[in-house]
């Protein structure tokens, strides 16, 4: 065996050699720390060397110093809330299971394919995003929180479950999430109308109320939604005057009071006046366009009231011209009234016959020419110059109950068809009976009960009708007051039928019903023909037949 040492001032040294025995080296052979021929720098020390020559004392010296930083680090550093360490632990175990799972697999590149895909989902996910973020700005800039907070809230939830997933770089979810927020924001965006309609509706209810701040609040938000909407733009003007409005038309109010305490016309005048101001205020406030109409109607009243009064009280004095003048004034302003055309009448007969007889002998003869309301209006002038004129006390009894027997009379004629009905026809023998208990019938009401007799035989009359269909449509009959009469399906029906209204109806499956009135008068023997036949498709499309 060779002898692989030799022995120096510095110590051993060792030198090269194959594949040494170990248990056959000599212990107290050292090499030297600065042989590099092995491959690598080895420190080996003498039992009489200081303790930092030991390779393994250092180790231990550098790992006790560094588990007393690590102790002072956790001593010193703020304990984070559990949130925060649940994070760091669930990203620290990611870490770790991504680390050992590339230890225990080789890392190999995703595939092109999957690649693409990832990067397209990702493009993707960022525009809908885009989108999604600039609806929730529009929104905002229009106040959704107030008027669709739930739908809002809902869609910045499944937001912001896209954002989760975006960040793990699920982006096909991350995508159906925003898209989700998107379509409940834009269904948000669609409902903008319908609630600005809303909010100009409440603004316009509020200004009835009489409400300023809630009209204003309410107009305020409908042009958030669009500044230049018409009904919110005029709204909010009419919210910004409606103090000053309520202020006038309560004014006008209490000259109204005024009036009816003192009927002093003068009070209308200026209630009339501070009403025309709140229309030219606001032209749609009903307050002032319903007191404006009743302040007219209040003033005409008075005028006409003034006049009536100064007729009268001239021709009472005799004054005829005067009293033609008033009553004159009175019909300028109600044409039709009965009383002022018949004082009217009177003070123009009064130039000649100013007594009092001469005003009963008018009245008279009125009776005999069947003119009741003139005569009435004569006798009632009569008692308002000698309340104890007893012949004019039993001329206006006698020309009262002719003129209502005369209305009674006018009624009944209007409508014959309607005495088919039985409260009718009763109501028409009733009126007849009273006519013809008159024992001085002039023309006129005998005239009138010949026509009441005729109409009632009339409505005992049949009249022949033949109805024509098609044989496929099921059709009714009803007259008013009657219960439904049901012809069913048939080509040709004969039927004798009293004078009245009717409605005859049709129905068949699949087409549109068919409805007529009718009218039946009997003023003919000759049969009337009528034909109803559904023969348009419910689809609209007319049916051809041969």
């Given at each position: ?229 018409i009904p919110a733009l005029s709204g909010i003007d009419r919210a910004t005057t409606l103090d000053q409005v309520l202020s006038i038309v309560r004014e006008a109010e209490l000259d109204e009071q005024d009036f009816e305490v003192s009927d002093d016309i003068e009070f209308l005048s200026l ?114 110059r000698d309340p104890n004129q007893v012949s004019a006390k039993l001329g206006k009894i006698r020309a009262q109950a002719r003129k209502q027997l005369e209305g009674s009379i006018t009624a009944v004629l209007a409508d014959p068809l309607a005495l088919a009905r039985g409260s009718q026809r ?44 098609d044989g496929l449509t099921d059709v009714n009959l009803t007259k008013a007051g009657s219960k439904k009469l049901r012809l069913g399906k048939f080509s040709l029906k004969n039927l004798a039928l009293k004078p009245g209204r009717y409605v005859i109806s049709a129905t068949r499956l699949g ?36």
């Amino acid at each position: 065996m060779v002898d692989l040492t030799k022995s120096t001032d510095k110590g051993i040294e060792a030198l090269a050699f194959d594949a040494p025995d170990i248990s056959r080296q000599d212990t107290q052979a050292q090499p030297d720390p600065n042989d590099f021929r092995s491959g690598r720098r080895v420190l080996l020390t003498r039992d009489d060397a200081p303790w930092w020559y030991s390779q393994f004392n250092l180790m231990l010296c550098v790992f006790g110093l560094l588990v007393v930083a690590a102790g002072m680090f956790i001593l010193l550093t703020p304990s984070p809330d559990t949130e925060k360490v649940n994070n760091t632990v669930v990203s620290a175990q990611g870490q770790v299971s991504s680390q050992t799972s590339s230890r225990a697999e080789p890392e190999s590149a995703a595939a092109p394919w999957d690649e693409s895909r990832n990067k397209q989902a990702r493009a993707d996910s960022q525009d809908i995003l885009a989108q999604l973020l600039a609806s929730k700005k529009a929104l905002e800039a229009k106040n959704v929180a107030q008027w669709g907070a739930q739908g809002y809230d809902s869609a910045l939830e499944k937001a912001a479950a896209g954002d989760e997933l975006y960040k793990v770089k699920d982006f096909q979810n991350a995508i159906a999430s925003y898209q989700a927020a998107l379509t409940e924001m834009q269904g948000l965006d669609a409902l903008i109308p319908d609630v600005l309609k809303g909010l100009v509706a409440q603004g316009n209810a509020a200004i009835d109320d009489g409400k300023t701040d809630l009209a204003r609040e309410k107009f305020q938000a409908a042009l958030a939604l669009d500044r230049n909407d018409i009904p919110a733009l005029s709204g909010i003007d009419r919210a910004t005057t409606l103090d000053q409005v309520l202020s006038i038309v309560r004014e006008a109010e209490l000259d109204e009071q005024d009036f009816e305490v003192s009927d002093d016309i003068e009070f209308l005048s200026l209630a009339a006046q501070k009403y025309a101001q709140v229309l030219v205020l606001d032209a749609r406030t009903e307050d002032a366009i319903v007191g404006a109409k009743r302040v007219a109607e209040l003033r005409a009243d008075k005028q006409f009231r003034d006049a009536m009064s100064k007729g009268f009280s001239a021709l009472f004095t005799r004054r005829y011209g005067n009293a033609k003048q008033g009553f004159a004034s009175a019909l300028k302003i109600k044409p039709n009234d009965q009383t002022a055309s018949a004082a009217y009448r009177q003070s123009l007969a009064s130039d000649k016959r100013s007594s009092l007889t001469s005003l009963l002998a008018s009245a008279k003869s009125l009776e005999a020419d069947e003119q009741w309301a003139s005569a009435l209006s004569n006798y009632q002038a009569v008692l308002q110059r000698d309340p104890n004129q007893v012949s004019a006390k039993l001329g206006k009894i006698r020309a009262q109950a002719r003129k209502q027997l005369e209305g009674s009379i006018t009624a009944v004629l209007a409508d014959p068809l309607a005495l088919a009905r039985g409260s009718q026809r009763d109501n028409a023998e009733k009126v007849l009976a009273d006519a013809q208990r008159i024992k001085n019938r002039g023309l006129v009401l005998a005239k009138q009960i010949s026509q009441i007799e005729a109409s009632l035989k009339q409505v005992d009359s049949t009249i022949k009708v033949s109805l024509a269909s098609d044989g496929l449509t099921d059709v009714n009959l009803t007259k008013a007051g009657s219960k439904k009469l049901r012809l069913g399906k048939f080509s040709l029906k004969n039927l004798a039928l009293k004078p009245g209204r009717y409605v005859i109806s049709a129905t068949r499956l699949g087409y549109k019903d068919e409805r007529r009135e009718i009218e039946l008068r009997a003023n003919s023997d000759a049969v009337q023909t009528i034909s109803i036949v559904c023969e348009t498709p419910v689809s609209g499309s007319p049916v051809v037949t041969n």
